[in-house]
């Protein structure tokens, strides 16, 4: 790391920004133009939040925790409500008399014969 030694405006590669932006992201109040893009983006990220103060650090902790929480809430109602939905839909599922056409089906009797047992069913 100590030795590149390009400026900026020599950063012409993805190398030699990522290079530049590890050697002196923590030198920028603001990210240049030059160095955007989702890793670029990161490291200065991570750089701003290396240079806070105690009591920022803790500030950011506490609104990171909080979307923690949140995060955990939403996916926990996700997860209630599609064990509810496949309970319903289980349940819509169950028709009456179902059980008992399956075991006719499993007795060897065909659809015909079937129909015929549940017309004359009371």
Not at 66 to 71: E, L, P, Q, S, V
Not at 76 to 103: I, W
Not at 109 to 118: A, N, P, T, V
Request: aromatic share 10%.
């Amino acid at each position: 790391m100590s030795r590149f030694a390009k400026s900026l405006d020599e950063c012409d590669s993805f190398r030699d920004k990522l290079l530049f932006s590890l050697r002196h992201a923590h030198e920028f109040d603001e990210q240049p133009h030059q160095l955007r893009g989702d890793l670029l983006d990161r490291i200065f990220r991570i750089a701003e939040i290396s240079n806070f103060t105690p009591e920022e650090y803790f500030d950011y902790m506490i609104g990171v925790r909080g979307d923690w929480d949140r995060w955990a809430q939403i996916n926990f109602a996700k997860e209630t409500a599609m064990a509810e939905g496949r309970v319903e839909g289980k349940a819509e599922g169950r028709v009456e008399g179902r059980d008992e056409v399956l075991d006719l089906m499993a007795q060897g009797f065909s659809l015909e014969q079937i129909k015929d047992i549940l017309k004359r069913k009371p």
